[in-house]
């Protein structure tokens, strides 16, 4: 067992958050073995998610499933960025790395968001030495931000995401071959990107290269939209999961991931979401 004096000894003297205190606990979070089996087998099944939104929201917007989807998950967004994700080279790139936001309930584990450019590697590194039987092991999340990092080594940070910076930095440091610039000054090269594409218009040289293949995670912004947990439990859309996902995964997913449901601001009558009040889950609507 780790003590809070051996936590404190052994915290980075220049932090893992900028500006940011921590609450430290006297004992980790200790797993049942089911929920250590259900997190192993969360990530193949994350990833096949997020592969078969990339193909649902291809064929959406070519017009051959549901282009509505298409329109709603491109709403707000630079033309340039959504041209550039539907770019025929660009089919099947996905992010690398996966971070669900897991709420821990009596029922099992809950998703509330599923983030392709997550904080949180460089901590869940520094805890992974500290406590050393975690899963993924002690140097995991070391080794696997290694594995695909390209040869450059740089991490580009932007200004937006700067907390995350000092836990980056220490992450490069302990890799060896990295480097954390800012991205504020990306101009094409490779590298892991470490900003949000809503925050576009502060890295100049975004809009010009963006089709840069080994930029990781890609631009792509359908991975940063938080509409796909609401889109994957809507009536209209449930035989277009199941010809995408495997049966075992699919019905996985409904239950980690809370119901939800896409609000359309559009006048009525509304996009066909829900075709005739039998497909409501076998909810009964009362007037």
């Known amino acids: 067992m780790v003590s809070l004096s051996q936590i404190k000894e052994v915290w980075p003297e220049e ?7 921590w609450h430290l606990s006297p004992e980790p979070l200790f797993l049942e073995s089911k929920e250590v089996r259900e ?19 291809r064929r959406s917007a070519k017009g051959r499933v549901a282009p509505w989807v298409a329109d709603l998950l491109d709403r707000g967004k630079p033309e340039w960025m959504t041209a550039w994700q539907r770019e025929g080279e660009q089919a099947e790139v996905v992010p690398r790395v996966i971070r ?18 997550p904080g949180g590697m460089g901590v ?21 931000l290694e594995a695909i990092l390209p040869e450059s080594g740089k991490i580009w940070v932007s200004d937006e995401s700067g907390d995350y910076r000092p836990e980056m930095k ?12 800012r991205a504020e000054e990306w101009a094409g090269e490779a590298g892991y990107r470490f900003f ?30 938080k509409l796909w947990l609401a889109l994957l ?13 495997r049966g075992k995964h699919f019905e996985q997913l409904k239950k980690w991931i809370p119901m939800g449901w896409v609000l359309d601001p559009e006048p009525l009558p509304p996009r066909p979401l829900c075709r005739d009040w039998r497909s409501t889950h076998g909810r009964r609507w009362e007037p």
């Open 170 to 181: 220490w992450l490069a440091d302990r890799i060896g071959k990295a480097s954390v610039h």
């Open 15 to 21: 932090g893992l958050f900028a500006d940011k205190s």
């Open 196 to 225: 949000e594409l809503f925050d576009w218009e502060s890295i100049p040289g975004l809009k010009e290269n963006s089709g840069k293949r080994d930029l990781s995670p890609p631009v792509k912004p359908l991975f940063e939209e």
């Open 100 to 117: 669900p936001d897991l709420l821990l309930t009596e029922d099992g584990f809950a998703i509330t968001e599923l983030d392709s450019v």
């Open 233 to 245: 439990h809507t009536p209209g859309l449930k035989a277009i999961w199941q010809q995408e996902l």
């Open 124 to 144: 869940t590194a520094w805890l992974g030495g500290l406590y050393k039987e975690v899963l993924g092991g002690e140097n995991g999340m070391l080794e696997g």
């Open 39 to 57: 997190l192993e087998r969360m990530g193949a099944v994350l990833a096949s998610f997020q592969e078969a939104q990339d193909r649902i929201y």
